[in-house]
Every structure is written in structure tokens, then in C-alpha cells.
């Protein structure tokens, strides 16, 4: 069995799985990558919170972005700094990853840093960031995401659609769904189209 195929087969959340995902944790990028990721179907554990912590300064911008993304599931308020020092990450995707994961987890002071950051930021790293702040109650910025449907770049418009259909609030659901009909009318590009919200 190859070792990806055993990562899918460890990803089921048992307690006793812990300890090999953390083993292949340290295997080459894609095995470092896939077995983080599967921490998803894990409770949270000291050892998992360790390794996601020491995955924040991985070589592999996907290692860092899937332990990003972890602690913003989590709502790990312990790594709030940790993703503030992310948001200068020299990958992009890292540092939306940081944006998002800044704005799962809530704290009030993260709306502040954002929208002083907000009018210097491009493609990704804006998607992430209207999102961010709208889900911390800074409604206006709903609008600023349904925009980036007009972007040239498609992974922007990839990341505003991915963004809302996991993050939009059930009384804005009617307005995002217009706004991406309208969108997936003119979309060209196959990457950018996104099934419908339910």
C-alpha cells in the first residue's frame, strides 16, 4: 500500500490512527501535506496542536496553509499571533489562509488590522479579507466580495466563490445567489465555475 493510500484509509478519526498520520507528517512535501490535512477528522489533540504549530513554519506552502486553515477551524485563539506573523508570509495563499483563519476566529482587535490593511490588498488576499471582516460583522464588506466576481484574475474569482459558499450568512444567501447566477453567466473559465448553493 502506498503511503497516500494509507493516509486515506488513517483519516476516519480513530485515536489509535494519531500516531502514524504524525509519523508520515514528516515524510516528503506531499505526504506532509496530505497527512496534515487529514487532522480535519481528528478531536483535537495535544500532539496534532504540536505538530499543526511546527507545520506553521514548514518549507511546503501547502503544509503552512492546511495548519492555517486547522487552527481557524479550531478557533484556536492561542495562535492568534502565529497567524498574525503568517500575514507576512512570502506565499500568498498563506497569508489569505491567515486572513480567513484571523477571522474564524473572531477576536475584535482583528478588524482593526484588517481594514487598515484592506485598500493595499489584491486577488486572493482581498477575497479573504472582505470575508474576514464580514464575518466579524462588518457587513459592507459582503459588497466588496460580491465585486470580485468582475476580477480579471479567476483565482480571485475562485476564492470569492469558495469564500461565500462557506462562510455566507443565511439572510444574505438570497443576494449571493443572484450575484453568482449572474456571475457564472459571463464565466468563462471552467476553474472559476462553482456548483450551485443549496
Not at 483535537?44 to 504540536?50: F, G, H, N, R
Not at 518549507?59 to 507576512?88: H, P
Not at 470569492?160 to 449572474?182: H, M, P, T, W, Y
Request: glycine share 4%; proline share 1%.
Amino acid at each position: 500500500m502506498n503511503k497516500l493510500t494509507e493516509i486515506d484509509n488513517l483519516a476516519n478519526g480513530a485515536t489509535k490512527n494519531i500516531g502514524r498520520l504524525l509519523e508520515l507528517s514528516y515524510d516528503d512535501e506531499e505526504i506532509r501535506f496530505r497527512s496534515v490535512e487529514a487532522f480535519e477528522y481528528f478531536t483535537q489533540t495535544d500532539a496534532i496542536l504540536k505538530r499543526v504549530y511546527e507545520g506553521l513554519k514548514d518549507d511546503d506552502e501547502l503544509v503552512r496553509t492546511t495548519c492555517i486553515e486547522l487552527l481557524g477551524e479550531w478557533k484556536n485563539t492561542d495562535s492568534t499571533e502565529m497567524l498574525y506573523t503568517a500575514l507576512s508570509d512570502k506565499s500568498e495563499i498563506v497569508r489569505a489562509a491567515a486572513i480567513t483563519s484571523l477571522g474564524q476566529i473572531a477576536r475584535k482587535d482583528t478588524i482593526w488590522i484588517l481594514r487598515e490593511k484592506f485598500n493595499n490588498l489584491h486577488g486572493i488576499e482581498r477575497a479573504s479579507a472582505a470575508m474576514a471582516l464580514y464575518t466579524l460583522g462588518q457587513s459592507d464588506y459582503l459588497d466588496e466580495l460580491l465585486l470580485l466576481f468582475d476580477d480579471d484574475n479567476y483565482q480571485t474569482r475562485c476564492a470569492a466563490a469558495n469564500l461565500l459558499s462557506g462562510f455566507i450568512k443565511a439572510e444574505d444567501r438570497s443576494k449571493v445567489i443572484v450575484k453568482i447566477k449572474q456571475a457564472l453567466l459571463k464565466e468563462k473559465t471552467k476553474a472559476a465555475e462553482r456548483p450551485k448553493m443549496s
